[in-house]
């Protein structure tokens, strides 16, 4: 399979300081030029950008979104602050859903009819959801966000789903680039929602495949089915790949920095079997502008061609901090991003 896998530049624009005006080659102010579009044009890298949780609650509430899940638009306000301490100690991440479409206020009394939550774990081994409902509010403190999943909870509903982010409270490339997305693929087979905040605005639309937790952006209609066809078909897209949720970013750059020079792009072929964190000053004589003061890595890999004996592989990853820019269309300053970058790649046997 072809894939587009260039490397992505690192951005060499910088802010404006504040009091003066703008130069040429200063960003320009966050409202002239949508997030999505400024990080395409300056080549934001995509990859190794997936949310580091492994769980989720997933809340259905149909009407208009605020900028946080649990604000207490949807859910009384005691209620929600409950639920969001019970989600911090577990580690959850909330996410509200609905289906695609318009989405009308609710009528008074958030549970004027059943709605649906989903207790999701993307953890390799379990990949699993468990589906239930909820009427009044308070019921959702009952449930135990620390549950293990089991085989049982495939027969609670859907095991396939696709959730668009479309918060456009949060940000508005995400309503404009989402919607679009997620009307366009509620056909292709997969149980379709359109979410609340996943990160990554500019990478906009963006969507994650549960249960597996595979991120992809930079999508619009056409580019999210032919994604969905080559997942279904056991294949990355890596030009729009995110990573995976729940891992580390060092070990999502890996897995890509691989697929990409092992030329694999099946899911799963290739497999971080170590991580370290190589002490400071281990990378001296490295490419100029990437830090060596303790922010490097040496992760092994395994890779399994068809059938084909094992092979492994060491990458030696840095990290840099990227020009500050404005990542988001709210964002009133700008913020520095990181990049990921093999330095080394080597089979060891």
């Known amino acids: 399979m072809t894939q587009n896998t260039c490397s992505p530049g690192i951005s060499v ?39 580091r949780y492994s769980r989720f609650l997933l809340l259905e509430a149909p009407g208009p979104w605020g900028t946080s899940p649990l604000e207490g638009r949807h859910l009384e306000e005691g209620v929600a602050r409950r639920l969001a301490s019970a989600a911090a100690a577990s580690d959850t991440h909330v996410l509200l859903i609905r289906r695609a479409g318009r989405h009308p206020s609710p009528a008074p009394g958030a549970g004027a009819r059943l709605m649906a939550w989903a207790l999701v774990d993307t953890s390799p081994g379990i990949e699993r959801v468990r589906w239930g409902t909820w009427h009044d509010p308070a019921e959702l403190l009952g449930l135990d966000l620390t549950a293990a999943l089991t085989s049982a909870d495939s027969a609670t509903g859907p095991q396939r789903l696709a959730l668009v982010c479309t918060n456009g409270k949060r940000d508005q490339c995400c309503a404009v680039r989402g919607r679009p997305v997620a009307a366009a ?38 580019s999210a089915s032919e994604i969905l066809r080559r997942f279904d078909a056991g294949q990355l897209v890596l030009s729009n790949y995110r990573g995976r949720c729940g891992q580390p970013a060092e070990v999502q750059a890996a897995l890509h920095i691989a697929a990409v020079r092992l030329g694999d792009y099946r899911r799963g072929a290739v497999q971080v079997s170590s991580l370290r964190h190589l002490p400071a000053g281990a990378g001296t ?17 395994t890779h399994r061609p068809h059938s084909s004996q094992e092979t492994a592989y060491r990458i030696t990853l840095t990290r840099c901090r990227l020009a500050p820019t404005y990542l988001s269309c709210a964002d009133d300053k700008p913020k520095a991003e990181t990049r990921y970058e093999a330095v080394a790649f080597a089979r060891i046997r």
Do not use: K, N, Y
Request: hydrophobic share 45%; net charge negative; proline share 9%.
């Open 13 to 51: 624009q910088t802010a404006p300081e504040a009091g003066h005006g703008a130069s040429p080659g200063a960003l320009p102010e966050p409202s002239a030029l949508r997030c999505a579009d400024a990080a395409r044009m300056r080549g934001e890298p995509l990859a190794a950008s997936a949310v």
């Open 185 to 222: 693929i509620a056909a292709a087979g997969w149980d379709t929602w359109e979410c609340s905040h996943l990160g990554g605005h500019r990478f906009a639309a963006t969507i994650m495949l549960l249960p597996t937790g595979d991120m992809f952006g930079w999508l619009d209609p056409e």
């Open 285 to 301: 004589g490295w490419p100029e502008g990437f830090a060596d003061a303790g922010d490097s890595w040496e992760v092994e890999v």
